[in-house]
């Protein structure tokens, strides 16, 4: 026997249902954070590249894969 079972909710709604804490203040804590240090110069190339590495299961090819995607969105489209 199959049973499927399908549920159309928004990503709040399965958290809620979940029980899961809501992280959106933490979050927009953390990019407000970031995005204060990247205008200032507090956040190096090199800082940036040690946090995507750690972000990375794939190290190097992985970097590499997220530099394309980053590069491809910085082009104007055209």
């Known amino acids: ?7 159309e909710c928004t990503p709040e709604e399965a958290r809620r249902a979940m029980g899961l804490p809501d992280l959106s203040p933490l ?3 953390y990019l407000a954070r970031m995005r204060e240090a990247m205008d200032h110069g507090g956040v190096s190339p090199e800082a940036i590249n040690a946090m ?9 090819a992985s970097i590499d894969f997220w530099r394309t995607m980053f590069n491809a969105a910085a082009k104007p489209a055209g």
């Open 27 to 29: 979050h927009d804590h």
């Open 1 to 7: 026997m199959k049973v499927t079972i399908e549920v």
């Open 52 to 60: 995507m590495k750690n972000w990375a299961p794939m190290g190097d």
